[in-house]
C-alpha cells in the first residue's frame, strides 16, 4: 500500500488550515501545519506566519 498525501496550497488567510483540520477530523488522515513546523523547527516565530 502506498502512502498518499494532500496539499492545500493558497492566499493567507484562506481557510488552508480549517480545511485540512477538517479533513483530517473527518478521515483520520494526519494534519501537518507547514507554518507550525517550520516555526518549531527553527525555534522562532515568523512575522509572515503570524
Known amino acids: 500500500m502506498y ?6 496550497m493558497g492566499y493567507m488567510g484562506s481557510g488552508k488550515t480549517v ?10 488522515y494526519k494534519f501537518y501545519d507547514l507554518d507550525n513546523f517550520i516555526e518549531s523547527r527553527e525555534k522562532k516565530r515568523f512575522q509572515i506566519f503570524s
Open 3 to 8: 502512502d498518499q498525501y494532500s496539499f492545500l
Open 19 to 28: 480545511v485540512g483540520k477538517y479533513l483530517s477530523n473527518s478521515t483520520n
